[in-house]
């Protein structure tokens, strides 16, 4: 599977995590339809799940009139999958990290959340980085 494959899928996963407090595991399931598991889907899941705290916080801090619980499901899932990757895994780039967000946000966001992950991720990632 395709990294940006994983990511759209994770993101799936952790949406219906969120939404409907789904077990994990059978959230994959659900969005693999009966394709084979990926490593990457699942350590981008149980990354996020596993330091959501802590990647919410993060995230809080670069919100600027908005609180996390306000925001769009899809918008504050792809931004803790954004965090995660920005934090905690180190093997993707962060633009690469923040192009593919932004990419994946043109297809399940709004009109505007392309730009306002952009903007969230950036800062993240400027925080990161000093």
Not at 64 to 71: I, Q, V
Not at 102 to 111: H, N, P, R, V
Request: charged share 35%; no cysteine; glycine share 4%.
């Amino acid at each position: 599977m395709k990294r940006r494959t994983a990511r759209e899928k994770a993101l799936q996963a952790l949406f219906q995590i969120d939404v409907s407090q789904a077990d994990p595991s059978e959230a994959i399931d659900h969005v693999l339809e009966g394709e084979e598991g990926d490593e990457y889907l699942t350590l981008v899941v149980t990354g996020v799940l596993e330091n959501k705290e802590e990647i919410d916080s993060l995230i809080k801090q670069y919100l600027e009139k908005w609180k996390l619980e306000r925001l769009a499901t899809v918008d504050r899932n792809l931004l803790r999958q954004g965090v995660y990757e920005l934090k905690y895994s180190k093997e993707v780039p962060a633009n690469v990290v923040i192009d593919e967000a932004i990419e994946i946000a043109k297809i399940f966001g709004d009109d505007n959340s392309s730009r306002f992950i952009n903007g969230v991720l950036s800062k993240v990632k400027d925080s990161l980085d000093s």
